[in-house]
């Protein structure tokens, strides 16, 4: 994949909290991304139905749908996009539930840039 269509990686990031949302935009924006963004679980859900994502990045915990029950639905539907948790990463049993409803891993806020750099590098490297 040329670094024409790294841009074409189409993003979700859906994250109840404003600054949290900004800051997944502006260091996705320095990789040259332009995310789609949701803040809550309930549109979250409904822009992976209505929309095609190459990956998402979901809170955990959000209004009107969690995280977790926005991953069960999508897998329950079949969907195979991988779906980063976004959570503080402190407690091991939340973690656990997270991989076992179908989170695919971890982005551990505060979230820093070396972090995201690496898992967008490893989805460009895999398309």
């Not at 822009?47 to 977790?68: C, R, S």
């Not at 982005?107 to 398309?127: A, M, N, Q």
């Amino acid at each position: 994949m040329s670094c024409k269509d790294l841009s074409k990686l189409k993003i979700l990031v859906a994250d109840d909290s404003r600054p949290v949302r900004l800051v997944l935009k502006t260091y996705l924006g320095q990789l040259g991304f332009e995310p789609t963004l949701a803040e809550n679980g309930t549109e979250a859900l409904q822009k992976l139905i209505t929309e095609k994502f190459d990956v998402a990045f979901m809170d955990v915990h959000m209004p009107e749908m969690n995280g977790t029950e926005v991953v069960s639905r999508i897998r329950n539907e079949g969907m195979t996009i991988p779906v980063f948790a976004m959570t503080t990463g402190d407690d091991a049993e939340l973690l656990t539930k997270c991989l076992n409803c179908g989170y695919n891993s971890f982005l551990l806020k505060p979230i820093i840039k070396t972090e995201l750099t690496k898992i967008i590098s490893k989805l460009t490297d895999s398309h």
